[in-house]
């Protein structure tokens, strides 16, 4: 009797270490969603539903020629290798090859450890194996998947029932709080895309002593495409909007000018509860500070209610238009509530300018009774400019760069807009 019970604690003991957690069978439990480099991965019905797997969906993956393509998860806590050690997928590959499986911090690519395995019968489905007999807990939170690894040939591949061990063990990492700027490698920054994005952080290209967001809006991206920081969690804290506080801003880099990035904030407990607004890059390939009123929404959304709590962000480049060939790459930085503290003012309306760029004279495109005219650049900085006309002034002595001009008239309106000088 002794004996059946040591042998059933151990069994039981074996069960628990190894405990498998469902990361996403593509049917009822989608637990953790896959997206991928340069191709996203596709839920599909199955292709072959025979053998080791006959259920009804499965992943798609179309690997591209790009020697490093793959497909990844990023999950909102670090794995715990004290319930268990050992990954697991099923595959159907139409050639015999090498599969990596990867593990790495979403912040540091550079920590990483991997496992690789063996497709050695194509043309059906087979399990593969990952044993990660010396991995960290608390080190890990994202997956990664390299199909046919380091050739540089397209083929199409099938994955389903991804397991492995739980996460959450260890450290996650601080809640993300704005501003948000990419650089504490003790924050959980949770990007998360949708819609064919593809995001991580990075090096910024133009300053290596900073981080940023690289974010691709890929080939196949829909039009609506984004990426939502800190996950599905958002803030800790709500955004602290109120009737004269509406302004959000986020740098971005942008490979042409004139492209629409939409804000969206929405409540993380209730996603119908949202406000959405626009601003359009005037750089090409440059960084720029967007400016955000959330007192005037997109069209077609919700206007913003106070009564509302707001704690989660989401950004959208090229917002309405599907993704181009090859796609395009976006960088961002520096999500700010407030940014124009100084001009917090109700009854904001759009000032637009008779030129724009403009030179040495701003002519200001408004027929209203003004008051006042304040001119700031991107850090809050204020300046003096002196009116020539009833509607322009003389900015010659301003360096290049974009400014905010906020027109007040005597009604006690503010009009404001943005000016490349």
């Known amino acids: 009797m002794k004996q059946l019970i040591t042998l059933i604690a151990f069994v039981l003991f074996g069960l628990m270490v190894n405990a498998q957690y469902t990361y996403n069978d593509f049917d009822a439990n989608q637990n953790e969603a896959f997206s991928g480099w340069p191709n996203m991965p596709s839920v599909i019905a199955n292709p072959d539903p025979s053998g080791i797997n006959t ?7 179309v690997r591209s020629p790009e020697q490093w393509a793959h497909g990844f998860a990023i999950l909102p806590g670090k794995i715990n290798f004290g319930t268990g050690t050992v990954f697991a997928l099923k595959v159907w590959s139409p050639i015999a090859c ?10 540091n ?3 990483s450890t991997e496992v690789m395995g063996n497709v050695t019968t194509p043309n059906q489905w087979v399990q593969l194996s990952y044993n990660f007999t010396n991995g960290q807990t608390g080190v890990y939170d994202k997956i990664v998947i390299f199909f046919d690894f380091a050739t540089l040939v397209d083929h199409t591949f099938y994955f389903d029932d991804v397991t492995g061990p739980e996460y959450g063990g260890g450290s996650t990492g601080d809640p993300v709080e704005l501003p948000v700027t990419f650089d504490d490698e003790n924050v959980n920054y949770a990007l998360t895309d949708f819609g064919d994005n593809v995001s991580e952080i990075v090096v910024d290209p133009t300053n290596a002593s900073n981080h940023v967001a690289k974010s691709i809006k890929t080939e ?5 495409a984004g990426t939502t920081v800190g996950g599905t969690v958002g803030f800790p804290d709500e955004i602290p909007f109120a009737p004269d506080s509406t302004f959000m801003k986020v740098r971005v880099w942008s490979p042409t000018a004139g492209t629409p990035i939409r804000l969206k904030v929405e409540d993380s407990g209730d ?3 949202s406000v959405e607004t626009e601003d359009v890059t005037t750089l090409a390939s440059q960084w720029e500070t967007l400016l955000f009123d959330f007192s005037n929404e997109a069209p077609g959304t919700a206007e913003i209610n106070f009564g509302y709590s707001y704690n989660k962000a989401s950004i959208f480049f090229n917002f309405g238009t599907i993704g181009s060939t090859g796609g395009t790459t976006y960088y961002w930085d520096g999500m700010e509530f407030g940014p124009l503290t100084s001009i917090e003012k109700i009854n904001v309306q759009q000032l637009t300018f008779k030129q724009n760029p403009v030179q040495d004279i701003l002519t200001l495109n408004t027929t209203v009774d003004i008051d006042n005219v304040f001119i700031y650049n991107m850090t809050g900085q204020t300046f003096k400019v002196s009116r020539i006309s009833e509607y322009s002034y003389d900015v010659s002595g301003l360096s290049k760069g974009v400014y905010t001009v906020l027109v007040i008239d005597r009604e006690g309106n503010n009009l404001v807009g943005k000016v490349l000088k």
């Open 55 to 61: 259920s009804a969906h499965v992943a798609e993956f």
């Open 98 to 107: 090498q599969v990596l499986f990867k593990l790495e911090d979403q912040n």
């Open 109 to 111: 690519g550079s920590i």
């Open 220 to 224: 196949g991206a829909e039009t609506w």
């Open 271 to 273: 996603p119908t509860i």
